[in-house]
Nanobody
Framework: QVQLVESGGGLVQPGGSLRLSCGAS????????IGWFRQAPGKEREGVSC???????TTADSVKGRFTISRDGAKRTVYLQMNSLKPEDTAVYYC???????????????????WGQGTQVTVSS
């Protein structure tokens, strides 16, 4: 079955950087999109960035210019490089996946079928 495993979270000072990884397994083809989402205490889950099967990307305005999504050549690991981190970036970060052939991905959590367990990112001095 499909499994997604996140890693790379932790505590970082404001202005610092982290790179999250999402390892995907169980897919029988490369036709799927991966998205990164986050959820802070008391807030709804929100989309951060996603990458389609053809490497088209969509990024939320709140992190544009600071966060970059990418995937390795084998298309089995997706990364979220987070720079210039702010305290408001503190949240549990989840990766999610959906099988489709769309060249562009969307940042609506309801569109994704598979979810990882999440990794905590805390930005604090």
């Amino acid at each position: 079955q499909v499994q997604l495993v996140e890693s790379g979270g932790g505590l970082v000072q404001p202005g610092g950087s982290l790179r999250l990884s999402c390892g995907a397994s169980g897919f029988t083809s490369d036709y799927y999109a991966i998205g990164w989402f986050r959820q802070a205490p008391g807030k709804e889950r929100e989309g951060v960035s996603c990458i389609s099967f053809s490497d088209g990307t969509t990024t939320a305005d709140s992190v544009k210019g600071r966060f970059t999504i990418s995937r390795d050549g084998a298309k089995r690991t997706v990364y979220l490089q987070m720079n210039s981190l702010k305290p408001e970036d503190t949240a549990v970060y989840y990766c999610a996946a959906v099988r489709n052939l769309f060249r562009l991905c969307v940042l609506h959590p309801s569109k994704y079928d598979y979810w990882g367990q999440g990794t905590q990112v805390t930005v604090s001095s």
